[in-house]
């Protein structure tokens, strides 16, 4: 079994969550990135916000909000998801998550999202959005299955670059 | 090299010298050995086939004023984004030439119409490099949010995607893209707007007093290429008891103009010559003695002064447009700032002998012939194409997934937008 690539991979994970100027992560939000931050040395949550700010939440582990526009989104998405090798969607039905996508692909980022199986309806849903991802898994991936999920999608990218 | 151009409209379907300088190029690439294909939209009226040109692409026509006018304004927003963000229909006929034709580089020009974000994305998802021959803002353009106080947010993002190799007609239209947000990755280089065909022997006869011919010309006579402001210019000269005689050539979208001349009382100097084909109109350059263009000070470069120039038709321009960087004041040119008074001011001079037009006619029709030809600009793109088709990147997907991506950019476009229309 592969050991988690903890040091240099860093994965954006994004999510929908809309945090207020004083908001840090919820022990219910914490307990979702968790298994991330075990995979992987560097995790950055993207969540949103009503300005932007970033903080260190634990070593490898930081929270970076975006600022908010009226349609859920941020326009300094596209930034954020430039430095990362990974993007992790938390939420890949919402607003946030049906564009992180597109963004992601275009900057030709390997894509995991955390699914349960729910049917849910809106865009993404009726556009089959998961076919797009590189790896879809469950929001209780343990770890080291994330680490492997992780390592294989890094691999496929060094592939496709050479 | 397999070159795919695209590009809006292509003639005979077209506006002006946008498309037109597209043709020529194209052309001349086929001519001195290239494999090329143009992809462009359904004509908006019948044209016949032409050999290497496909007509498949859709066009959300934001231009002709007499639908854009009278459309809804919820209407026109999402036009708006099929026009300039994505338009799946146009990236799915795209996949289709690339599997088909193969290029080692993309020729892009005006993808306006065509949901030219999703163009580029799709050339770049594919590892398709790409130049961008730039004789207007069209990125910025493209980037444009049909909502007031979002300037720049677009482009500042799309900057982050938008990786290719840049031609450009002017220093001006470079700065004029990039004034709100940094918005062209690569690199680019400015080379000028040209004139194509047989160049006619050096011109003999100049202005010698008497009568002086002005001429003015554009594909559509219009308040930016300063047609209104040429009227008073005349008016001032005419109120001056001068002998001259003004043509305007060019496609007039009503009256207004042939209007107010008849109220300045020019109808006996000034005559509305309507369009000409460009290689006729060319030819009748020799006939004038001045080619007045106050047009507006961001005119990206036209075609016609250089065209003008090239006949030893002396170019009376506005001092700061894109043309002015190509010519210089008294030595190829004459530069005027952009007011009826100045142009006057000019124009008195050449009739008064102040100003002696043979020098500058004869250097001007030497320095476009000699540098200003395509063949002689020609070299500087096959060598940009070179240089673009050297970024080639493997793809980021299957053209099967860029369709997909395109489909989902398309959706969720037009549900935002319609999301923000219903408040």
């Known amino acids: ?162 | 090299m397999r070159v795919l151009v695209l590009s809006n409209l292509y003639p005979p379907d077209c506006m002006g010298g946008y498309e037109m300088g597209c043709q020529q190029v194209a052309g001349a690439l086929a001519e001195v050995g290239h494999d090329v294909l143009v992809l462009t939209s359904v004509p908006r009226l019948p044209v016949a086939v032409q050999p290497g040109v496909r007509r498949a692409l859709q066009l959300t026509d934001v231009y002709t004023r007499i639908f854009v006018d009278r459309q809804h304004p919820a209407k026109r927003v999402l036009d708006h984004a099929a026009a300039c963000w994505v338009n799946a229909f146009n990236v799915h006929a795209l996949l289709a030439v690339l599997d088909e034709f193969r290029p080692e580089v993309a020729y892009v020009w005006n993808l306006i119409g065509l949901g030219g974000l999703g163009l580029l994305g799709c050339l770049q998802h594919q590892g398709i490099a790409w130049l961008w021959h730039l004789m207007d803002k069209v990125p910025r353009d493209l980037c444009r949010l049909p909502f007031p106080g979002a300037a720049g947010r677009l482009a500042r993002a799309a900057g982050h995607y938008l990786d290719g190799e840049f031609l450009a007609c002017s220093r001006r239209i470079l700065d004029e893209i990039e004034q709100d947000a940094p918005l062209l990755r690569g690199e680019f280089e400015i080379v000028p707007n040209w004139i194509e065909g047989p160049l006619p022997p050096p011109r003999r006869s100049f202005y010698r007093g008497g009568r002086l011919r002005a001429v003015s010309a554009a594909a559509h006579l219009c308040a930016e290429k300063g047609t209104d402001l040429i009227l008073h210019a005349a008016a001032l000269l005419r109120g001056r008891g001068y002998d001259f005689t003004l043509d305007l050539f060019g496609r007039l979208d009503d009256d207004a103009f042939p209007r107010l001349a008849g109220e300045l009382g020019l109808a006996e100097c000034v005559r509305f010559a309507g369009s000409l084909p460009r290689e006729q109109l060319v030819e009748r350059y020799a006939e004038y003695d001045v080619f007045v263009f106050p047009t507006w000070e961001r005119e990206p470069c036209a075609f016609a002064p250089v065209e003008a120039a090239s006949r030893g038709c002396v170019p009376v321009l506005t001092a700061n447009c894109g043309n002015s960087e190509w010519l210089v004041h008294g030595v190829h040119c004459l530069k005027a700032e952009r007011t009826p008074e100045a142009f006057a001011a000019i124009l008195d001079d050449v009739v008064a002998g102040r100003i002696d037009l043979a020098p500058l006619g004869r250097r001007a029709q030497a320095l476009v012939g000699r540098e200003y030809h395509l063949r002689a600009v020609l070299p500087a793109i096959e060598r940009a194409l070179a240089r673009a088709a050297g970024r080639r990147k493997p793809p980021l997907g299957t053209a099967a997934q860029a369709y997909h991506l395109a489909v989902l950019a398309e959706k969720l476009t037009q549900t935002m937008l319609q999301e923000v229309l219903a408040g």
Do not use: N
């Not at chain 1, 770890?143 to 691999?155: G, M, N, S």
């Open chain 1, 1 to 162: 079994m592969s050991a988690p690539r903890t040091d240099t991979l860093r994965v954006a994970c994004l999510t929908a969550w809309y945090l207020t100027s004083d908001d840090t992560l919820t022990p219910h939000q914490l307990q979702a990135v968790a298994p991330i931050h075990g995979a992987v040395g560097r995790v950055e949550v993207l969540a949103l916000g009503p300005s932007g700010r970033g903080l260190d939440l634990q070593p490898g582990l930081g929270l970076r909000v975006l600022p908010a526009t009226e349609l859920g989104l941020s326009w300094e998405l596209p930034a954020a998801l430039t430095e990362c090798d990974i993007v992790h969607l938390l939420e890949p039905f919402s607003r946030a998550g049906e564009v992180g996508m597109l963004l992601a692909k275009l900057h030709g980022k390997p894509v995991c999202a955390s699914h349960d199986g729910t049917i849910a309806e809106g865009v993404g849903v009726a556009l089959d959005l998961l076919a797009l991802a590189d790896a879809v898994v469950p929001p209780d991936a343990t770890p080291q299955c994330l680490a492997e999920v992780y390592e294989r999608l890094l691999a496929g990218a060094t592939e496709a670059a050479v």
